[in-house]
């Protein structure tokens, strides 16, 4: 309550510049059960999400939206690691912090499913954060950018991602693959810097339920003493919406150096979902950069009031996870 009552305080000192201040909270909660391929366990979690938003003389909504667990004790959110900054205007949207890049904006993802998100397995791999094949395990640019406008039916997207951190032991996979005769960064290169710039740019087009997209990434990452490499990533998806159905189709291709490193240089994937009354069921199937094939399946039940039981089950790289319970929305 005291940081709250604080960032209202904030916002009425600022009145003089803008107007229509304010700060909302919202949340999510879930409980249930978790089977991760061995053993059935319990799972629960509870989040809150901050929501600040406020407007100029002349019309310009600016705004900020973060999670609690973004913000920690030590260095709380000053680089937007989660979270997001944004103004927007006739001019567009442009926002900062824990964005997509602008190829993930265009293309999304496919449906997902399930209580926990049972690994995100629905998620198709981006430069942006992790994926191909282990590749990049756990990447997020430390800053990144994105401006999106839209006019009649058509969205365009540029994104600029920003890493210039030690991060040597994010790319020691790759240089081990594509530079063999170079020792592997994470002894050679402790704390070395490695600038990674990223760059993308996407469209959709929405027309009587189809919505067709494409996208390309680009980085760059370098370090002293050690060649750059490159990657570069297109992709494509087409969706299409009638009656409460819904399918989507993706291709991505990788290029540049990444396509030398990867198994596969192609991942694809589908994905549908139908929505009877209360009841939605999903589905979806994808091969991801390592050549691993993903499963998955699911359904949910409105309750109402912000309440769903939900449950899914996935299968990939011969496990199969599943889980069940009740989802809430605040």
Same mark, same amino acid.
């Given at each position: ?20 201040? $304010?700060?909302? *909270? ?29 407007? @100029?003389? @002349? ?54 499913? %399930? ?18 094949? $282990? *590749? ?8 990144? /950018? ?55 740019? %996407? ?32 992709? /494509? ?6 009656? %409460? ?12 150096? *990444? ?19 209360? @009841? ?11 050549? @691993? ?11 109402? %009031? ?9 299968? /990939? ?14």
């Amino acid at each position: 309550m005291k940081k709250l009552l604080l960032a209202s305080t904030a916002l009425v000192l600022s009145a003089g510049v803008a107007s229509a201040q $304010g700060v909302s *909270l919202s949340g999510d909660a879930r409980m249930g059960l978790i089977y991760d391929g061995t053993d059935v366990q319990m799972t629960s979690r509870a989040r809150v999400t901050f929501t600040l938003s406020g407007e @100029t003389d @002349t019309g310009l909504a600016f705004g900020a939206s973060f999670r609690a667990d973004n913000a920690g004790p030590a260095v709380g959110n000053n680089r937007m690691t989660g979270g997001e900054v944004f103004i927007s205007g006739d001019f567009g949207r442009l926002s900062m912090g824990d964005v997509a890049s602008a190829a993930r904006a265009a293309a999304g993802d496919l449906y997902g499913v %399930g209580l926990t998100g049972l690994g995100d397995l629905n998620e198709m791999a981006y430069l942006d954060r992790a994926g191909f094949g $282990g *590749l990049y395990t756990g990447q997020s640019y430390a800053t990144a /950018a994105l401006y999106e406008y839209s006019i009649d039916g058509f969205s365009g997207y540029i994104g600029l991602g920003q890493n210039n951190t030690a991060r040597a032991g994010d790319l020691a996979a790759i240089y081990a693959v594509a530079f063999p005769d170079v020792p592997p960064a994470g002894i050679v290169f402790p704390g070395e810097v490695v600038r990674d710039n990223m760059y993308s740019v %996407g469209a959709s087009y929405s027309f009587e339920g189809l919505t067709a997209a494409v996208g390309y990434e680009y980085s760059r990452a370098r370090a002293t003493g050690i060649p750059s490499f490159t990657a570069s990533h297109l992709v /494509a998806s087409v969706e299409y919406e009638m009656d %409460g159905i819904s399918a989507k189709a993706f291709a991505g291709r990788a290029g540049s150096d *990444l396509a030398d490193v990867v198994a596969s240089r192609n991942q694809y994937g589908l994905s549908v979902q139908g929505s009877f009354d209360a @009841t939605t069921v999903t589905a979806f199937a994808r091969r991801d950069f390592a050549r @691993t094939r993903a499963v998955g399946i699911g359904a949910s039940y409105d309750l109402g %009031g912000g309440a769903s039981i939900v449950g899914g089950a996935v299968r /990939a790289a011969g496990t199969t996870q599943a889980d069940f319970g009740v989802s809430f929305s605040f």
